[in-house]
């Protein structure tokens, strides 16, 4: 089975800065996706940005990117010119490539909560 | 409507009674997911269906839990002889509508409903 683990439970960065976010996670497949998703207090799941394993360039979608580290099973965030709108909890989650007749359900992490200082 | 919809917002109930929580899918999405999410942590996978079928029950923590799905569109997840460890946020995923091109059912995002707080007294 697939775990996902977040180890930072909270992080705190001054509007305008830079944040990392980090993510590992384990499994013995070999195609998956990985997955950022921001859960505001509306408490639904944004997707943020999403990374395939086989593809060896980070992801970015403007102001967030990731860092992709195949070999280690790591799979930071990085939140770059914070905002006041980006204070949130954020989940990093996995899901299978491989085609399962029973769905390919995501995994997540327990989650890190963002805060931004103006 | 334009996203997944989850009813109701809040739902308190007293240890013993029974609870049904809903969700609407968005229109014509095959693939639902429903997660619990207990407080301060992630969502944990309950059971999947694809159209009507449930083809993944594993997540579901006990036999008082029981979801369908049974015309393929919305879906009940029902909760009998509340616990207080039943308490958390219910949420409902969907994705994948039926186009005319190759469907991608196991790759399309999955879009997310506002959840359900369960609160058990």
């Known amino acids: 089975a697939q775990t996902v683990t977040q180890s930072q439970p909270e992080m705190s960065v001054q509007e305008a800065e830079t944040v990392t976010l980090s993510c590992t996670y384990d499994?013995?497949?070999?195609?998956?996706?990985l997955f950022w998703y921001k859960q505001p207090p509306s408490r639904q799941m944004i997707l943020v940005i999403r990374?395939?394993?086989?593809?060896?360039q980070n992801a970015t979608e403007n102001r967030f990117s990731v860092n992709f580290q195949k070999a280690a099973k790591s799979f930071s965030l990085k939140i770059s010119d914070s905002q006041l709108g980006d204070a949130a909890m954020y989940f990093c989650?996995?899901?299978?490539?491989?085609?399962?007749?029973?769905?390919?359900?995501?995994?997540f992490g327990g989650g890190t909560r963002v805060l931004v200082k103006p | 409507g334009a996203g997944v919809s989850q009813s109701p917002r809040y739902k308190v109930a007293k240890r013993g009674q029974d609870v049904a929580l809903r969700c609407d899918p968005i229109?014509?999405?095959?693939?639902l997911f429903w997660y619990q999410q207990a407080l301060g942590q992630g969502p944990e996978f309950l059971t999947y269906?694809?159209?009507?079928?449930?083809?993944?029950k594993s997540g579901l923590p006990s036999d008082r839990f029981f979801a369908e799905r049974p015309e393929g569109s919305v879906s009940t997840l029902k909760i009998q002889r509340t616990q207080q460890e039943d308490s958390a946020v219910y949420l409902c995923?969907?994705?994948?509508?039926?186009?005319?091109?190759?469907?991608?059912?196991?790759?399309?995002?999955?879009?997310f409903g506002n959840g359900t707080r369960l609160t058990v007294t």
């Open positions: 269906f694809q159209n009507e079928a449930q083809l993944d």
């Open positions: 995923a969907s994705s994948w509508r039926r186009t005319g091109k190759t469907p991608d059912l196991y790759n399309s995002p999955l879009h």
């Open positions: 989650a996995y899901r299978s490539a491989e085609i399962k007749a029973a769905g390919n359900k995501l995994t």
């Open positions: 229109s014509g999405h095959v693939s």
């Open positions: 990374q395939e394993a086989y593809k060896q």
């Open positions: 499994t013995s497949e070999s195609d998956y996706y």
